[in-house]
């Protein structure tokens, strides 16, 4: 296999272009300068942390130890999925609890047909894509169940008052945030290959692995992608629609 190696003089010509980036934000007044160098400073120190992180999980092998990291990853991507939700009344159990399932079940299935096996250079990284793909699909179900409470709030007062339950009020709501959630996914799922050679082909033809065995693990990655969104934006879009509603079944939000 081919080793990849990235000196500094290549991480500094690189860095070139986000300077570029920096220096079209100030010609256009963007305002986004800022915002550019914060989010800079955060990937590299974060980057090296988890890097040591994940040195000393890989060489210690221990499946608690993994399964804690695990825990870890869906907790912070449950608290960003969270602070994208614009309902004040939103919980962060609800996001945790869909991170939990969607990416449980998918990974079990996973291990269980020997796709991956249970090591942490294997579970964690894939843990982490379905978490931060999930979290992804969270926030846009959060943030279109919002606009649309918004946009059709007298017809759903107008339901509930001809009497119709608060499920059936929202139900289209609820049908509309699902596929906000799960587009993204499925149109990356589309153009994979043609347009894309996304991150795990993308690796692995870099580490010398055939392309063709590249692919089969790539497919394997987007039927799981697919499965964990899905699931994420169902069962968090059916936790959330209720913090619309106070306890009289009426329709009360910010």
Avoid: C
Wanted: proline share 3%; net charge positive; aromatic share 8%.
């Amino acid at each position: 296999m081919t080793n990849v190696y990235v000196d500094n003089l290549s991480l500094s010509l690189v860095f070139g272009l986000v300077l570029l980036a920096m220096a079209i934000s100030q010609k256009e007044k963007l305002g986004i300068s800022k915002d550019i160098v914060m989010a800079v400073i955060r990937t590299v120190i974060q980057l090296i942390f988890v890097g040591y992180v994940l040195k000393y999980v890989f060489q210690a092998s221990n499946i608690l130890l993994s399964l804690l990291m695990v825990l870890v990853i869906l907790f912070n991507a449950s608290l960003q999925a969270n602070k994208r939700n614009p309902n004040k009344a939103g919980k962060l159990w609800q996001p945790f609890l869909a991170l939990l399932i969607s990416t449980g079940v998918t990974l079990s299935i996973l291990i269980l047909s020997g796709a991956i096996k249970m090591i942490p250079s294997q579970v964690i990284p894939i843990s982490g894509m379905l978490a931060s793909n999930a979290m992804t699909a969270i926030g846009l179900s959060y943030r279109s169940m919002y606009r649309l409470f918004n946009d059709t709030r007298q017809q759903v007062l107008e339901k509930l008052t001809l009497g119709a339950t608060v499920k059936l009020a929202s139900q289209e709501i609820l049908r509309e945030s699902i596929k906000t959630g799960i587009q993204p996914t499925i149109d990356s799922a589309k153009t994979v290959g043609l347009v894309s050679l996304p991150g795990m082909m993308s690796g692995l033809i870099f580490a010398g692995v055939d392309p063709v065995h590249a692919i089969r693990y790539q497919i394997m990655v987007m039927f799981m992608l697919l499965s964990a969104t899905s699931l994420a934006s169902v069962i968090a879009s059916y936790a959330a629609y209720k913090t619309y509603f106070n306890e009289r079944s009426q329709l009360d939000f910010e």
